[in-house]
């Protein structure tokens, strides 16, 4: 089988952190984003991937390439010369996609975390005999969404209500699909939305069906919801590899702690924390609901809750560091310091307190 993730732009949501990497490169529970997807497609039976990118793409091959030896997936490019939304790029790849065995592909948004029942999508694909299959995600408040109308018997789309203002439904796209290469006979090569252009006319003749994603899912691509979605993957890993969290007297709920990180003595660490390799935590930090990127260093007495720390960077003795502060790569922050949600940009030294949110050039 074939995929195809929508890698996009710049990553603008994320910055600071993707002014260093494009955006599927930026680390997410101590590996790439985008290798969680690739892990799982390749257990589905995907053994050629092409990501949809216009930007970046020599950087993000080059990155790729040991993961394609390691896992024995093909990965490609098909790069964007304008953005092509997200019907576009299939059109563009029509000549991979669709090689003439009639065989499915799997078709993913870049930002996308979840535990990826891919293999049970396709089931479900093959069962219904339909043009494309969408995985859907129940949500708390629909009228934020386009909802997805469909016979929860059958899984047979009906329509889709974009943000509607009385209930209609609680299920979304969750961004991961199955199509069939019939599918590409309905996309012009534009920029083009598979979500309102595309989706839209195969459920009109009937051959949309969609399938209820178990377990959690998030987009994250934005630090609140990056954030948001460590918690509910850590949570998920504590029911299914509970063997691959920290644990430990300094250790409090769920942690991912990478084995070669060293963890200094009195520290207190967690709830929902990821800390990568290289990294250095001294004695008597506290760490909660936050990312620790490679190669950091926390020095003594530090606290940091709800923010994520890039690469490289210092967090200096007593500093406090909270409200979703995004530290860039390469950051310095002094000892005492404290952040009160600063987005500060790669490679500077922070020697004042940010009381209030705000960027730091």
């Avoid at 790849?93 to 669709?98: F, N, P, S, T």
Wanted: a negative charge; hydrophobic letters at 40%; aromatic letters at 6%.
């Amino acid at each position: 089988m074939k995929a195809l993730i929508l890698v996009g732009g710049f990553g603008t949501r994320l910055r600071p952190l993707t002014l260093s990497v494009p955006k599927p490169l930026v680390d997410f529970a101590n590996k790439p984003m985008i290798l969680h997807q690739i892990e799982a497609l390749k257990a589905a039976g995907t053994t050629e991937v092409v990501l949809a990118i216009n930007y970046q793409p020599e950087l993000m091959l080059g990155f790729l390439r040991e993961f394609e030896a390691q896992l024995g997936v093909k990965i490609i490019c098909s790069q964007e010369t304008e953005p092509m939304g997200t019907a576009g790029p299939l059109a563009l790849a029509r000549e991979i996609l669709d090689d003439g065995s009639g065989d499915p592909f799997f078709v993913l948004n870049s930002d996308v975390i979840s535990e990826y029942p891919l293999k049970d999508m396709l089931e479900f694909h093959k069962a219904h005999n339909a043009e494309a299959t969408i995985m859907v995600t129940k949500v708390e408040e629909p009228s934020k969404y386009g909802v997805v109308v469909y016979n929860e018997q059958t899984g047979n789309v009906d329509r889709f209500v974009e943000k509607p203002q009385i209930f209609v439904g609680n299920k979304i796209n969750a961004g991961i699909y199955i199509c069939q290469p019939a599918i590409l006979d309905r996309i012009e090569l534009r920029p083009t939305s598979i979500e309102k252009e595309v989706f839209p006319k195969v459920a009109a003749d009937g051959k949309l069906f969609c399938m209820e994603l178990p377990g959690f899912w998030m987009d994250v691509g934005q630090p609140k919801d990056y954030i948001t979605g460590l918690q509910l993957y850590l949570e998920s890993l504590r029911k299914r590899f509970p063997e691959r969290l920290a644990n430990g007297a300094h250790v409090t709920g769920n942690v991912l702690i990478d084995s070669t990180a060293e963890i200094g003595e009195g520290c207190l660490i967690g709830p929902d924390v990821s800390i990568g390799p290289g990294c250095h935590i001294e004695p008597g930090v506290r760490l909660s609901r936050c990312t620790i990127l490679r190669g950091v260093r926390v020095k003594k007495h530090a606290c940091i809750t709800g923010s994520i720390i890039g690469w490289h960077s210092t967090v200096g003795q007593w500093a406090r560091v909270e409200n979703m502060t995004v530290l860039g790569e390469d950051v310095h922050m002094s000892d005492e310091v404290y952040s009160n949600g600063g987005v500060v940009l790669p490679h500077k030294e922070i020697k004042a307190s940010i009381l209030s949110p705000q960027i730091i050039m």
